[in-house]
């Protein structure tokens, strides 16, 4: 089975069309969005209504939660509480009952996808370093032989024995059996590892690879609607820097 996996569009539609061209030419069998549709840019319908069509499965991101009512974002700094506030406002009843009704896991077969940590995903927690996966090492009987996750926005591998975790570069080719796997895929709309082009992930459970992929796209339309929107012209600036 060829798997994409996409993450964190954060309403940037024109990051979207393009990935999802790039997709179409690798005969995929299933394509699967880890969550964070919505938030800072200016197309949250836009985004949501492709995500329906093109997706084969989504689970719920911690912006998405916070538009819907599911998660408290009170202790987000100002701009990005009000981009959360303005998504609300502009989404349609539909889209926003479609959100709600998105899970925190989906699992098929020996796969998790979640937006954050696989482990109580409803907590949206980080991992953004070999640190923050030491500490899944203790839910080593929990965890799926492969977790895929998005929420730090960075294109991270991590492995795991039943003590310790350890950082790997990616691709990846060929896996331990006694070995678990943890791989965050970056963010198709507001990539943060000094790179503003989208990413995404292509897991080949056959070949046993997993392969980064990266997708130019034109920001300009993308920031200049964040602009015209009324949101903060931060959210705009920081694509270009891929940070
Ligand atoms: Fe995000």
Not at 40 to 60: M, T
Not at 207 to 227: C, F, G, M, Q, W
Not at 233 to 238: C, I, Q, T, V
Request: glycine fraction near 6%; charged fraction near 20%; aromatic fraction near 12%.
């Amino acid at each position: 089975m060829r798997i994409a996996i996409i993450s964190d569009i954060h309403s940037n539609l024109n990051a979207l069309e393009n990935t999802l061209k790039e997709i179409d030419k690798l005969n995929i069998d299933t394509l699967i969005c880890l969550g964070d549709l919505v938030g800072y840019g200016a197309q949250p319908n836009e985004v949501v209504e492709l995500i329906r069509k093109s997706c084969d499965y989504a689970v719920i991101g911690n912006h998405d939660a916070a538009v819907v009512g599911k998660l408290d974002y009170t202790y987000h700094y100002k701009a990005a509480k009000d981009a959360i506030d303005w998504t609300r406002n502009n989404l349609t009843t539909d889209n926003l009952e479609w959100l709600i009704s998105l899970p925190y896991k989906l699992k098929i077969k020996n796969i998790s996808f979640t937006h954050g940590s696989p482990i109580s995903p409803e907590d949206f927690l980080y991992v953004y370093n070999s640190s923050h996966a030491s500490l899944l090492s203790q839910y080593y009987d929990e965890l799926s032989k492969f977790s895929f996750i998005g929420h730090s926005h960075l294109i991270k591998g991590y492995t795991f024995s039943k003590i310790l975790a350890d950082e790997f570069k990616l691709p990846r080719k060929g896996f331990l059996e006694n070995n678990k796997y943890l791989f965050s895929v970056g963010s198709v709309g507001q990539p943060r590892d000094g790179s503003p082009l989208s990413a995404f992930f292509l897991f080949d459970t056959e070949l046993e690879s997993v392969d980064v992929h990266r997708v130019y796209y034109d920001i300009n339309p993308t920031a200049d609607k964040i602009i015209n929107a009324g949101l903060s012209p931060n959210f705009a600036k920081r694509l270009f820097l891929g940070i």
